[in-house]
């Protein structure tokens, strides 16, 4: 099985479930069918994009989280599954009566692991650690002493060094753009874990706004974030960020966010480690275990993206002939409606004619997507009775 993340912000594609597949048109023809169980995300970002609530319920159905986003392609809404878990509601019942004590101590443990993955980034971008791992060593139960926030402050100045940077949750200039988009795919990779676990994303350990829905999802996050950071500061650093968040960016983001994160000395993809982490809390709750599962090591190596370049006008005026032309050739075998298998739709490697290059255009034409492998029947299920 595979964890793919499908981002459609570059054309007004037609979205709809058939044969456990998510079907994927533009000007009424199939470019791409991907397995209900194998999509893990769908960003949906272009205005004119379309789907049904037969579409939703299937993607629902299937386990995927869906990211609404604005105008400017940053993550504004999250829908996912009501139930992941045969234990839910059990489990639920669980997170409300847990004790202080034990939130401050995991909440304690979660930023030791944050602070010592900014640690890391900037031993891995700026050849010094910034005192932070003293910090992390320091951090007490509950984070009493707001060892995060001090963190926080040398970190993003450390981070990005001669600038006045400073965090922006409206993502007003590029480098905040790109941080709360690569955030909002974080949030909605460990947002399906935490419901595929059993677990009720609204009970927090340490994030408490009444308007959070996701408050669980805002403190579990916290260890995965300087993977997006690091890939972030490299291209700022390489001065690749404009105005506008481009699908090379964000095809990037993604791919650093994919990569494989030492978990208990195995190197596991983020799907992976975030159902570890959330699973290691459904254990610490029903009292299997003391200590959450999080990353030892993020993937803060140099990114090795194949990402699309930024398409001119007249390159964008000749995918559009390509796809033309391609369309006309590209068919779909048949299948009876008694073998419900998915559609085999001819794609655009089986003709002689067109060759991978064209079809990858074709493709980003449209959307983009990211995968890894993921063995999904490898994820632990904690037996609570």
């Known amino acids: 099985m595979q964890g793919r993340i499908l981002d459609f912000s570059q054309a007004p594609v037609k979205l709809r479930v058939r044969y456990r597949q998510l079907q994927i048109s533009l000007d009424g023809r199939e470019i791409d069918a991907v397995p209900l169980a194998d999509v893990a995300v769908v960003l949906l970002a272009h205005p004119q994009l379309s789907l049904s609530l037969a579409t939703l319920q299937g993607l629902t159905a299937a386990g995927a989280s869906i990211v609404v986003c604005d105008a400017r392609s940053l993550p504004c809404g999250l829908c996912l599954p009501l139930v992941g878990h045969h234990l839910s509601a059990r489990r639920t019942r669980l997170q409300a009566s847990v004790s202080r004590p034990l939130q401050k101590r995991l909440w304690r443990q979660i930023v030791k692991s944050k602070i010592e993955g900014q640690a890391a980034v900037l031993e891995t971008l700026r050849g ?132 494989r994160y030492g978990v208990e000395g195995f190197q596991e993809t983020i799907f992976e480690a975030a159902s570890k982490a959330t699973e290691s809390l459904a254990r610490v709750y029903v009292g299997k275990d003391k200590r959450l599962i999080l990353p030892e090591t993020l993937p803060l190596a140099a990114i090795n993206a194949e990402t699309p370049p930024v398409k001119t006008q007249d390159a964008e005026s000749a995918d559009v002939e390509n796809l033309e032309n391609i ?27 067109i060759d991978d290059e064209e079809e990858e255009d074709l493709r980003l034409d449209g959307f983009f997507d990211v995968y890894v492998d993921w063995d999904y029947e490898s994820d632990f299920r904690l037996d609570d009775e």
């Open 128 to 259: 010094d650690d910034g005192g932070l791992r003293a910090l992390a060593a320091a951090t007490l139960s509950g984070d009493s002493d707001n060892r995060e926030a001090v963190a926080a402050k040398r970190y993003w100045s450390q981070l990005f060094k001669r600038s006045r940077f400073k965090r922006d949750l409206d993502g007003g200039d590029p480098t905040n753009a790109a941080l709360n988009y690569g955030y909002g795919v974080l949030r909605a990779i460990v947002a399906r874990a935490v419901v595929a676990s059993g677990l009720c994303p609204a009970f927090g350990l340490f994030h408490r706004n009444k308007y959070d829905a996701f408050a669980l999802v805002d403190d579990l996050i916290e260890p995965f974030r300087p993977a997006v950071d690091v890939c972030v500061a490299r291209l700022r650093d390489e001065k690749r960020l404009g105005d506008v968040l481009s699908t090379e960016i964000k095809s990037t983001l993604i791919r650093q966010l994919t990569g």
């Open 327 to 353: 369309s006309s050739k590209v068919g779909a075998t048949k299948t009876t409606d008694d073998e419900m298998e998915p559609i085999e739709n001819k794609s655009v490697a089986d003709s002689q004619e």
